[in-house]
């Protein structure tokens, strides 16, 4: 099947013209008139990924592996390694990422895996209504999303309605009409900010958030590929950080 067939129907299901400006989603590696044997879905990249993708196929991941202009391919950065293993095995590779987020996988993400009643959706914002005792829906989102321990703000007793954005959404705290935001990536600076706005936070992670993003993408586009007689597999993209609570041995 080439590559070009698959591009196409990926843009019909999320649009890559709906990505932020600063985003590099898209056909990143290879040409549309390569010819595809399998597809490998994943968050991300690595060099273990890697080597027990097939050659001749297609990985499409959530990050982009480039995001600014590449002034020098020396093999010895993130990026560089795996493209030059890419090219290699001839991979292609394909990202989807500002993109659905708009479109599927933060109401997927609030819905499917957190059980939010979503109640509307702005750009990349979902809403839903709670109304539980703060001490009681973080656990819950906690235990939904396997994290270790809980990094939150408090600032009141009580959740009525919730936002969220999957990823690192922080930059949006201006837009929340929420008393609770769940995003990833909270920085100290921006706890200051929602204390100051009132508004309580739950640090749901960037991995843990978006590691949905294979099997939402799996459901999507898996029968379209059987009708092509192609497969798609999820690969086993890791947290690249590991926790522990003190007193644990650090592995």
């Known amino acids: 099947m080439k590559l070009k067939e698959i591009y196409n129907f990926l843009d019909e299901l999320s649009p890559f013209e709906l990505q932020e400006k600063w985003d590099n989603s898209g056909l990143l590696v290879g040409s549309f008139d390569d010819e595809i044997k399998k597809v490998y879905i994943s968050i991300d990249l690595d060099l273990e990924i890697l080597e027990e993708l097939e050659e001749d196929s297609l990985i499409i991941t959530h990050h982009p592996l480039i995001f600014s202009p590449l002034k020098k391919v020396n093999y010895d950065s993130y990026s560089t390694k795996i493209l030059k293993r890419l090219i290699q095995k001839n991979i292609a590779l394909i990202s989807m990422h500002t993109n659905i987020d708009t479109t599927h996988l933060n109401r997927y993400v609030a819905r499917e895996i957190l059980g939010l009643d979503v109640l509307d959706t702005e750009g990349y914002i979902c809403y839903a209504n709670v109304n539980d005792l703060f001490s009681n829906f973080a656990n819950n989102i906690a235990s939904r999303l396997g994290l270790e321990y809980i990094k939150y703000v408090k600032c009141n007793d009580d959740v009525k309605r919730v936002a969220l954005v999957t990823?690192?959404?922080?930059?949006?705290?201006?837009?929340?009409?929420?008393?609770?935001?769940?995003?990833?990536?909270?920085?100290?600076?921006?706890?200051?900010?929602?204390?100051?706005?009132?508004?309580?936070?739950?640090?749901?992670?960037?991995?843990?958030?978006?590691?949905?993003?294979?099997?939402?993408?799996?459901?999507?586009?898996?029968?379209?590929?059987?009708?092509?007689?192609?497969?798609?597999?999820?690969?086993?993209?890791?947290?690249?950080?590991?926790?522990?609570?003190?007193?644990?041995?650090?592995?």
Do not use: W
Not at 200 to 209: A, P
Not at 226 to 239: D, E, Q, V, Y
């Open 167 to 251: 990823g690192a959404g922080m930059s949006m705290i201006s837009q929340i009409d929420a008393d609770c935001f769940l995003t990833g990536d909270i920085k100290y600076h921006d706890a200051m900010e929602a204390k100051a706005r009132g508004i309580s936070l739950i640090d749901i992670r960037h991995y843990e958030s978006e590691k949905h993003f294979s099997p939402l993408l799996m459901g999507l586009i898996e029968e379209y590929l059987k009708k092509n007689k192609l497969k798609a597999i999820i690969t086993a993209s890791k947290n690249p950080f590991k926790f522990c609570t003190q007193g644990e041995t650090v592995e």
